[in-house]
């Protein structure tokens, strides 16, 4: 049940569990307790983010209230958000792209190529393990991605790593793969770097795949900031279920 609903092993919930009581977020609640333990609590803000159940749905699956169900979202779902990394390690390459979330409040999405309302989130991935290293907060879905590395806040978050994305970030300062001039080809070495850099590049992608089966991500009914710590806990999620 704890996979099915999570999407993540037993063992790793379990792990997850005492890292957040480690962390405080099973603190005692003023007024009224919380009607369920802290474990049901977690898998329930779980189980929201990887089926995208409405609120009624969620609350009849674990047995409480809608708006008890509405608290305990809103009371953990800050606690799994992904805690970006202060420092990389020397050496260490990142990768950055950006995902669209359709997402239904019009106030912080837009219009996007997809023809969805949505917001661009830009995400950036460690090559080596593919694990999230760093989220940029949501911008409307029409903003190219050279403006939201800035915008988002992710181009701060990463100024002393070495960052590669694609061609959508020309003039950022990251690596982006040899462009060809008109009525030229590019030089053997050339070409043999970029096929290099795309496979490397590809690893975002696969990323953007595993965090995609926490179904919120495909259809954001929360308003406001909402889709943003939607995204920061299910990047904390999909972490874990790949390290584990």
């Known amino acids: 049940m704890v996979e099915l609903f999570s999407g993540l092993r037993p063992a790793t919930f379990a792990r997850l569990i005492t890292q957040l009581r480690r962390e405080g977020a099973d603190r005692p609640l003023r007024g009224?307790?919380?009607?369920?333990?802290f474990e049901d609590r977690v898998l329930l803000v779980a189980t929201y983010w990887r089926t995208n159940l409405t609120m009624r749905q969620l609350a009849a699956v674990f047995g409480v209230s809608k708006s008890a169900a509405a608290r305990v979202i809103e009371d953990l779902g800050p606690a799994l958000a992904l805690r970006p990394r202060a420092r990389f390690s020397r050496g260490a390459v990142l990768i950055v792209?950006?995902?669209?979330?359709?997402?239904?409040?019009?106030?912080?999405a837009a219009q996007s190529k997809n023809y969805r309302y949505s917001t661009n989130h830009q995400v950036v991935i460690d090559a080596d393990t593919e694990l999230v290293v760093a989220l940029g907060k949501p911008l409307p879905g029409n903003r190219n991605d050279c403006r939201a590395w800035?915008?988002?806040?992710?181009?701060?978050?990463?100024?002393?790593?070495?960052?590669?994305?694609?061609g959508g970030y020309q003039g950022t300062g990251v690596i982006i793969p040899h462009r060809r001039s008109p009525g030229l080809e590019l030089p053997e070495w050339k070409q043999a770097h970029n096929k290099s850099h795309r496979n490397v590049r590809a690893r975002?992608?696969?990323?953007?795949?595993?965090?995609?089966?926490?179904?919120?991500?495909?259809?954001?009914?929360?308003?406001?900031?909402?889709v943003g710590?939607?995204?920061?806990?299910?990047?904390t999620l999909a972490n874990l279920a790949h390290a584990h």
Do not use: Q, Y
Request: net charge positive; glycine share 10%.
């Open 97 to 108: 792209d950006g995902t669209l979330v359709p997402t239904r409040d019009h106030k912080v």
């Open 32 to 37: 009224r307790p919380w009607g369920l333990s």
């Open 204 to 226: 975002v992608e696969h990323a953007f795949a595993r965090m995609k089966t926490w179904k919120i991500l495909r259809d954001c009914r929360l308003r406001g900031d909402g």
């Open 229 to 235: 710590g939607a995204m920061a806990g299910v990047a």
């Open 150 to 166: 800035t915008e988002s806040g992710v181009a701060h978050a990463c100024r002393n790593a070495v960052v590669i994305a694609d």
